[in-house]
Every structure is written in C-alpha cells, then in structure tokens.
Nanobody, 116 residues
Framework: QVQLVESGGGLVQPGGSLRLSCAAS????????MGWFRQAPGKQRELVAA???????NYADSVKGRFTISRDNAKNTVYLQMNSLKPEDTAVYYC??????????WGQGTQVTVSS
C-alpha cells in the first residue's frame, strides 16, 4: 500500500537547521510532484515548498532563501533542508505526493519546534 513516512523533525534553537525526509513507497514516485506543507496550531495547512517530477521547484515567500527542497528518485525520497529557522516555522510538517488525475497521498507529519 502507499506510504509516505516523514522523519527528521525535532526541537531546534532559532537560527538552527533541520533536514526533513519523506520516504515513499507503493506508487511510482518519479512521476509524482512532491510537496512539503506545514500546519501550526490554529492555522490552516500551507504549502512550504514543492518539487515537480521534472525538478522545477517553488517556495512560499516566507521560506525563500532559507529552505531547499530536493528529491532522490533512486531512493524514493524527498527532502526539505531548513536553515536559519525561526520560531514562526514551528509546525507539523507533512509531505504530499500529487499528480493530475490521480489521488493525493499524505504522510502522517513530523513536528518541528523552533524555540530557545
């Protein structure tokens, strides 16, 4: 069955870095676009970064220059490198696989807390 398993979250001080990973299985990873979303308490889930099957990337304005999304199709994994973290980056981070005309897949989420 389809699985998206996020890892790499945790507690980090402001200015620190984390690298999130999302390991996918059960579908043809390479043909899907992949995205990282986040949801803070009391807020709507928002797109953080996305990478298309062909490699094109886009980012939310709030993370441009600090976060980098990448994918390794040989490992069926998408990554989110997060640098210069701020308290407002605190949220549960989710990965999503999507492709036009097909069902979207979501992971279970990983908590990122930025606090001193």
């Amino acid at each position: 069955q389809v699985q998206l398993v996020e890892s790499g979250g945790g507690l980090v001080q402001p200015g620190g870095s984390l690298r999130l990973s999302c390991a996918a299985s059960g579908f043809i990873f390479s043909i899907y676009d992949m995205g990282w979303f986040r949801q803070a308490p009391g807020k709507q889930r928002e797109l953080v970064a996305a990478i298309a099957s062909g490699g094109d990337r886009n980012y939310a304005d709030s993370v441009k220059g600090r976060f980098t999304i990448s994918r390794d199709n040989a490992k069926n994994t998408v990554y989110l490198q997060m640098n210069s973290l701020k308290p407002e980056d605190t949220a549960v981070y989710y990965c999503k696989a999507y492709r036009r005309g097909r069902v979207d897949y979501w992971g279970q989420g990983t908590q990122v807390t930025v606090s001193s």
